[in-house]
């Protein structure tokens, strides 16, 4: 029981990910203002940001469903946490983990999504409905590219849904980004991830500009430094989960933490700079592309891997 | 300072409330964005909503509608909140302050702590009010 606690609430659980995932999101930022020519913010930025929250008044609407209100943010943060300590535990302690944990991480990390449009409608603001609208459309198009594709890396490793057996296979046979079919997942999970953090091209459920914020409007204060925790948390985890299932693993002794750093770093740099280059996309956009063009590299990917391409 | 007050200091978020204006200073605002001046240097950043806010950044001069709406923004914010009153018209009025339509310059209506003048002001003057911001 305090060895779960332990491997929950420090490591590789919530204080672990959420400081790894404020660098992460330090160095988002940064590339951010280095591809505008910028000098961006200070190394500790997202601790001040989040310092910043829980120092601030939060405020309920007075036409809402309060307790759903303020009870969105924790799910999102503890759910989020969870599945990166199920990602993560098989890399740090070899052989842990159980039978079906892909299974498992893949609805943990729906949640975070589903728990923003619940607050949202919850907080009975139009411009938060609207975002909520979008965030469930948003769900409803990656979801079955995400599952054909994670269907694939099972196929890959010789059918077997637990992620300790997938990084065996991979240090077994080489990673699956090296593939053919691999190639493919690799981009349709990317541009899935893009959409799961809510990142620009597929950022319409927040959209700034446009409906001030969504689905996160009437969020202010420590819920909504919960949610930047459980943003930080997942700006960590969803990228941790490409390196287990793509690129081999986080290796844990010597030099190879460099080189789990590296991987990291490497798939952080690619959203960003997708996220720098690419307009917002329309909703009924975001849907044709997933449906359509995700869908169809799974498919192939999954035809592939079945002939081991 | 407490920790709370530090972080608050390092990380402020700013609500851009436009009221009658011009438009000439929300374009210097825009440029505080520029690699040339880069606001993000200090943590700062442009917000969509009021809920977000740490600083409400007023600019243009208030008439009779604004006014009414500037008092909600005000009272939704979340506190602390910081209120910057921008350019010759949130300072004084400018040359609206005779105005029959004119509702008073923004220290009339909500607390201001402080005042960056200028018709528009430059973005260096945006930068030392800033700063004055941070030293209060």
Redesign the interface.
């Known amino acids: 029981m305090i060895k779960e606690l332990f491997y929950f609430l420090i490591f590789p659980g919530m204080i672990f990910s959420v400081v790894v995932g404020g660098v992460l999101s330090w160095s988002d930022?940064k590339i951010t203002?280095r591809v505008?020519?910028?000098?961006?913010?200070?190394f500790?930025?997202p601790?001040?940001?989040?310092?910043?929250l829980?120092?601030?008044?939060?405020?309920l609407p007075r036409h809402g469903a309060r307790l759903t209100f303020l009870a969105a943010p924790v799910f999102a943060l503890f759910s989020a946490t969870l599945a990166n300590v199920f990602i993560l535990l098989p890399s740090v302690f070899p052989g842990s983990g159980f039978s079906g944990d892909l299974i498992v991480v893949f609805y943990l990390l729906t949640i975070p999504s589903l728990t923003y449009l619940l607050g949202a409608l919850a907080s009975g603001n139009p411009l938060g409905a609207l975002g909520a609208s979008r965030e469930m459309k948003l769900i409803i198009s990656y979801e079955l590219a995400f599952i054909l594709a994670l269907t694939a890396i099972v196929i890959k490793s010789g059918m077997s849904l637990s992620i300790s057996d997938i990084i065996a296979a991979q240090q077994e046979g080489g990673v699956f980004a090296g593939s053919l079919s691999g190639v493919l997942l690799f981009v349709v999970i990317l541009f899935v991830t893009q959409a799961k953090l809510a990142l620009v091209p597929f950022d319409m459920s927040e959209a700034?500009?446009e409906i001030?914020?969504g689905v996160?409007?009437?969020?202010?204060?420590s819920a909504?430094a919960l949610i930047k925790m459980a943003r930080y948390v997942m700006l960590f985890a969803l990228p941790a989960l490409m390196v287990t299932l793509l690129l081999g693993g986080f290796g844990m002794e010597g030099i190879s933490i460099l080189w789990s750093v590296l991987k990291l770093v490497l798939i952080i740099l690619l959203i960003t700079l997708i996220r720098n280059t690419n307009p917002r996309l329309r909703i009924d956009q975001a849907m044709k592309f997933f449906f359509l063009w995700m869908n169809l590299l799974a498919v192939a990917a999954i035809v592939l891997s079945l002939i081991n391409i | 300072m407490g920790l709370g007050s530090y972080c608050f200091k390092k990380s402020l978020w700013v609500f851009h409330f436009g009221g009658a204006s011009c438009n000439n200073c929300d374009i210097e605002i825009l440029d505080c964005l520029t690699p040339r001046y880069d606001i993000e240097r200090f943590g700062m950043q442009l917000v969509g909503t009021i809920r977000h806010a740490d600083v409400l950044l007023v600019s243009g001069s208030i008439n009779r509608k604004c006014r009414d709406r500037l008092l909600e923004l005000y009272n939704q914010a979340p506190k602390p909140l910081l209120v910057v009153a921008f350019g010759a018209c949130g300072c004084t009025g400018g040359i609206f302050a005779e105005g029959n339509t004119f509702a008073g310059p923004v220290d009339k209506i909500i607390p201001v702590d402080a005042y960056i003048p200028g018709c528009p002001p430059k973005p260096e003057a945006i930068l030392a009010g800033i700063v004055k911001l941070l030293n209060k």
Request: charged share 25%; proline share 6%.
């Open positions: 930022r203002a505008q020519f910028r000098k961006g913010p200070p500790l930025q601790f001040y940001d989040l310092g910043k829980f120092y601030k008044e939060t405020i700034e500009t001030a914020h996160f409007i009437e969020y202010s204060g909504y």
